[in-house]
């Protein structure tokens, strides 16, 4: 599983293909206070009940609101069998919001 930072995930965003998916595992709540464009929400502590959806993605990038529940939520999809995850695992949307990069609410 790579680790990248929000700061990394920002720079991809632009060109990422349609074959990738931002997951945000932060709250449903917390997802509508404000959430990247096109990212998809599932709380970290459901994670694996999508893991075969996940499967079909060339990456899937977990980030959460500092990089704590990104880092459960992606071991435990590593820990299904995915290889196809790349935690944000350095900072999470506290950061992008004080960057002040756009976000969907």
């Given at each position: 599983m790579d680790i990248i930072s929000i700061d990394e995930l920002h720079?991809?965003?632009q060109d990422m293909g349609e074959n990738s998916l931002i997951l945000d595992v932060r709250s449903?709540?917390?997802?509508?206070a404000g959430h990247i464009e096109g990212s998809q929400n599932t709380p970290h502590e459901e994670v694996r009940g999508i893991s075969e959806d996940l499967k079909s993605y060339d990456k899937v990038y977990v980030?959460?609101?500092?990089?704590?529940?990104?880092?459960?939520?992606?071991?435990?999809?590593?820990?299904?069998?995915?290889?196809?995850?790349?935690?944000?695992?350095?900072?999470?949307?506290?950061?992008?919001?004080?960057?002040?990069?756009?976000?969907?609410?």
């Open positions: 720079d991809l965003v449903p709540e917390e997802y509508s980030h959460c609101k500092m990089g704590g529940r990104a880092k459960m939520a992606s071991e435990a999809l590593t820990n299904a069998g995915l290889d196809n995850i790349v935690c944000v695992g350095n900072g999470g949307m506290e950061r992008w919001g004080q960057m002040g990069w756009p976000v969907k609410q």
